[in-house]
Each structure stands twice: as C-alpha cells, then as structure tokens.
C-alpha cells in the first residue's frame, strides 16, 4: 500500500477555511477512490474518478465537496469552508484501467481536524 | 444495495487466545468480492485478504484464517494464538465483481480488538 501516496497526512483548518487533500495513484492505475472515515465509525465512500472523470460521486455530500482527477498531477478532494463536522480521516485507494481486479490497497490517509 | 455487518464492536482477549471476528453481508449480486483489512493504533489500512464469491475455499496465511460461507452470507476471521500487535479494528469489505461500473467498497463498522499481554 505503500505506492499510494496521500499528502499532507495531517491536516488543520479552522472553520470557514478551504481544505486540499492530495492522492497520487500508484504508478499505472488511472481509477481514484476516495473514502471519509470519521471518528470511531467505518469508511464511507465518497466518490469515484477516473483520469479527467467522474465516475460516481454518489457518497459525496452535496455542498462545499469536489474532486478532481487531472490528466496530470494527483487527485484532489477539496472542501470548502470546513465545519467541525468534516473532521476526519479521508483515505484515497486507486486501482488499475484493467477491469478485472477491485482495488485493495490505499494509501496512509490524510487526518483532518476543524478548529 | 450492499450492506455489511460486523456485530462485534469490542473484543478483548488475552494473549495466546484464539479469536474470531464475525462478519455477515447482503448483496444481490451473484459475482463480488469479500476484503478484509486491518487498522492499527498508526491509522493505515493494511490490506489482509480479498476473496471471490466462486471461491468458498477457506484460507490459511500463518495465524490467520479466513471461513468464507456462501450459504450463510458470512465471512469471518480467526486469529490464532493471537498477539499484543494483533490488536487493531478489523474491517470487512464488500465490493461487486469484476465487469461492473462501479467498484467502491462497502465497508463494515469495524470490530476492535484489544489483545491483553
């Protein structure tokens, strides 16, 4: 898992600010997943991109969330004007073109805290 | 709709104890795979086992292993002789098969497990 790089891994932002949360896919996969986990409680889906794409973003919360997946760079998972309640850990998985294999790893995770 | 099921939310044992953890899905899909992953206190997600439903051949990988029953829609756990580092939240995972649009996981809730020295 260690091929999916997540930056920064920890992150603070006082409320009303704007939070950037980074993924970098391990090399060759062009599918971005991103999960929230809050506290004490499993992970959720959130959204589902592909290279300049987005597949599925049935889990994002209507308001204040985007992301994107450029053709170059890393994934992205901006949110807007942060409340305490977007306090939580975001992980990112990625998996390969290829539609044979479900992805299985993630990266490390970014944890972020609303002050 | 997929749905995954971890009822224990706490287990303590004390260490050398066999443990099993317990996980039951729902999916109408006839072709998915089952994930478990395991969350130390560091907070990272270490993959552990993915299976596909056609395969419901139980699997050994040194401590651990894995009891995967079509007939019951479970797939639990077992940690043999179990260790202080074995203690972490273990997570069950569901997906659909391959050759489908979406592939997100539908995580459980995650079980705790506290191994006593």
């Known amino acids: 898992n260690a091929g999916v790089m997540q930056n920064p891994r920890h992150l603070v932002r006082r409320r009303g600010q704007e939070a950037r949360l980074r993924c970098s896919p391990m090399?060759?996969?062009?599918?971005v997943y991103w999960y929230r986990q809050l506290p004490e409680e499993g992970l959720k889906f959130m959204v589902y991109?592909?290279?300049?794409?987005?597949?599925?973003e049935s889990g994002m919360p209507k308001e204040r969330f985007s992301a994107e997946f450029p053709k170059e760079g890393p994934s992205i998972l901006r949110i807007q004007q942060v409340v305490r309640g977007d306090s939580a850990a975001y992980f990112c998985?990625?998996?390969?073109?290829?539609?044979?294999?479900?992805?299985?790893?993630f990266g490390q995770g970014t944890r972020l805290t609303v002050v | 709709a997929q749905k995954v099921t971890q009822a224990q939310t706490e287990i303590s044992v004390v260490e050398k104890e066999d443990v099993t953890l317990d996980c039951v899905y729902e999916?109408?899909?006839?072709?998915?795979?089952l994930f478990w992953y395991k969350q130390p206190p560091s907070g990272e997600l270490v993959f552990l086992i993915r299976?596909?439903?056609?395969?419901?051949q139980n699997e050994i990988s040194g401590r651990y292993s894995w009891n995967f029953q079509k007939s019951t829609s479970s797939f639990n756990f077992t940690i043999t002789a179990s260790q202080v580092v074995d203690s972490a939240v273990y997570f069950c995972?569901?997906?659909?098969?391959?050759?489908?649009?979406?592939?997100?996981?539908?995580f459980g809730s995650g079980t705790r497990l506290q191994v006593q020295p």
């Open positions: 999916t109408r899909d006839t072709t998915y795979y």
């Open positions: 299976r596909n439903s056609f395969d419901e």
């Open positions: 995972a569901l997906t659909k098969g391959p050759h489908t649009g979406r592939r997100a996981l539908t």
């Open positions: 090399k060759g996969h062009s599918h």
């Open positions: 991109l592909q290279k300049e794409n987005i597949i599925d």
């Open positions: 998985a990625s998996s390969p073109p290829v539609i044979q294999n479900t992805e299985a790893f």
